[in-house]
């Protein structure tokens, strides 16, 4: 399974903004996907994850601002983030986790930097 992120970029606090990312290869196999991200100095933490079956998780810090979706077919998944705050800066990581004969991988997409002015 390979990742491509999108969106991210600078947005002063209260903001908005959404990030976006599109699976490839064998996407029949994904059991969730989400996002971590990892701030200055800071070790790398779970956002927000969606399952195949869409349940959904979020981190204390974000829930009621962030909103996980994903997209049919169910290759994407999306960010929602509002009220973003200057503790949300960081770089954001799209992440599946799928099965492979079997056996459970993770795949990451590259890191997208959401930058948070106070």
């Known amino acids: 399974v390979q990742l491509q992120a999108s969106g991210g970029g600078l947005v002063q606090a209260g903001g908005s903004l959404r990030l976006s990312c599109a699976a490839s290869?064998?996407?029949?196999?994904?059991?969730?996907m989400g996002w971590f991200r990892q701030g200055p100095g800071k070790q790398r933490e779970l956002v927000a994850r969606?399952?195949?079956?869409?349940?959904?998780n979020y981190a204390d810090s974000v829930k009621g601002r962030f909103t996980i979706s994903r997209d049919n077919p169910k290759n994407k998944v999306g960010l929602q983030m509002n009220s973003l705050k200057p503790e949300d800066t960081a770089v954001y990581y799209c992440?599946?986790?799928?099965?492979?004969?079997?056996?459970?991988?993770?795949?990451w997409g590259q890191g997208t930097l959401v930058t948070v002015s106070s």
């Open positions: 992440y599946a986790n799928y099965d492979g004969s079997g056996v459970e991988y993770d795949s």
């Open positions: 290869g064998s996407i029949l196999s994904i059991i969730a």
């Open positions: 969606i399952t195949s079956h869409g349940g959904t």
